[in-house]
């Protein structure tokens, strides 16, 4: 009877076809849609990628560098990032499952574990500037755009209604490639290098605005989305884990279990589960469903987000380094490494909430100014003489003021907010 339990079980399993799909597109408003297990099959490279950014971006801010660090994060998050953004609102409007895509999604993946490999590179060739080396960065883009746009033809091809729009997605990815490819052969000064840069990051964010306000929007799903930037959002503060692992890790090599390390511990997990508490009370996915012209904005400002969560990881990072006695830098600029990412962090909410609903609340203000009066009280604790420990649990009850406010009153209002927003 097992047995026959099992079979039952199996046989519809065996007989699902991956061989070929057309690219028609998916039905925006499916109920129930979901990541699929080939959408979190292919967020775990970006753990690797976010972890590499993050360990640079520690090391020079250990060493003081702070220009270093800062523009060496910037780069490698956006280049990230915006691999992920391209290729996930791809896969909401037109994942198929099909052999073809399941392989171009395979395609894309070696593709960013090579961009990870060339993130040392970027920050090094920013300490020493002369030039930019993102030789191999750009190469690992190479790879994830040949298979981008080689699905976005092929959907041109099957679609005939969003032909254009598809299209317009392919041009301007190679012609953005082109010009990324070209910056490596003329190998400017960096200072000029990054003139270039940020216009071919213009260029490639108002690719996606062109093809889908001119030619027409693809059939993306905002639950399914919203579920995405979500994930992504988790996988992302698994660097503050590591952060905090780190922490924990060299104050029980310099002190044995203690006082200090529990206060790390409990805040370094305080700290991560508030800032996931605080952006999961956001019901995105509703809002977008409402007006998807708003999406452009929420999702262009989360690669930001996505950078302060591996800014929070490095910070951390850069505190294990000063509680080991490693570090150029003192417990209070460590202190300062976390603080400003979290703030970052907490500002963008805000301002991506105001944004999707295009409310404001005077209420977020009074929230917002009780984040900063915590992580100045953080600061300035750790500027007294207070430890790392006690100041990373100061930190970290930052997030849950916003918190405590929006499960005791704040949820009221945000009902409110969004009943308005979606009417």
């Known amino acids: 009877m097992l047995a026959g339990a ?83 609102w791809l896969a909401s409007a037109y994942d198929t499952d099909d052999i073809f895509f399941r392989l171009a999604t395979m395609v894309v993946m070696i593709g960013v574990i090579v961009v990870a490999l060339g993130v040392p590179s970027v920050f090094a060739s920013i300490e020493e500037g002369v030039y930019l080396d993102n030789g191999v960065l750009v190469a690992g883009y190479v790879i994830m755009r040949v298979a981008t746009i080689a699905v976005w033809l092929r959907v041109a091809a099957h679609d005939p209604e969003r032909r254009r729009t598809a299209l317009a997605y392919a041009t301007n990815i190679g012609i953005a490639q082109v010009g990324w490819v070209a910056l490596i052969f003329l190998n400017l000064p960096i200072g000029t290098t990054f ?91 509703e809002v977008l469903a409402r007006h998807p012209g708003r999406a452009f904005a929420w999702g ?71 984040v900063i009066a915590v992580l100045v009280v953080a600061i300035a604790a750790v500027a007294a003489g207070a430890s790392l420990g006690l100041g990373i649990l100061l930190i970290a009850c930052s997030p849950v003021v916003v918190v405590v406010g929006y499960e005791t009153v704040g949820w009221r209002h945000g009902q409110e907010m969004v009943a308005r927003a979606t009417r």
């Open 195 to 285: 003139v270039f840069t940020s216009l071919l990051t213009l260029f490639e964010l108002a690719g996606p605005l062109f093809a889908e306000l001119r030619f027409g929007r693809t059939p993306w799903h905002a639950h399914h989305i919203a579920e995405r930037y979500g994930l992504l959002v988790i996988i992302t503060l698994g660097e503050v884990i590591l952060g905090t692992v780190l922490a924990i890790s060299a104050v029980v090599e310099e002190q044995g279990w203690s006082l200090e390390a529990a206060s790390v511990a409990f805040g370094g997990v305080a700290l991560v589960f508030a800032m996931w508490w605080v952006y999961f009370a956001i019901p995105w996915g």
């Open 6 to 88: 099992v079979r039952l079980c199996i046989v519809p399993l065996m007989t699902v076809n991956h061989v070929y799909a057309r690219m028609t597109g998916r039905d925006p408003h499916q109920a129930h849609r979901a990541a699929t297990p080939l959408e979190l099959l292919f967020d775990l490279v970006f753990v690797v990628a976010f972890s590499q950014i993050g360990t640079q971006m520690a090391h020079y801010l250990e060493l003081g560098h702070v220009g270093t660090a800062t523009l060496g994060w910037w780069f490698g998050t956006f280049a990230v990032a915006w691999a992920w953004i391209n290729y996930s």
């Open 300 to 370: 262009y400002l989360q690669i930001a987000l996505f950078g302060s969560l591996v800014a929070v990881g490095a910070g951390l990072h850069v505190a294990a380094y000063v509680i080991a006695h490693e570090a150029h830098v003192s417990a209070v600029f460590a202190a300062y490494a976390i603080a400003i990412p979290v703030l970052a962090f907490e500002t963008l909410l805000f301002v991506l909430y105001a944004l999707l609903v295009k409310q404001f609340d005077l209420f977020h203000l009074w929230l917002y100014l009780g």
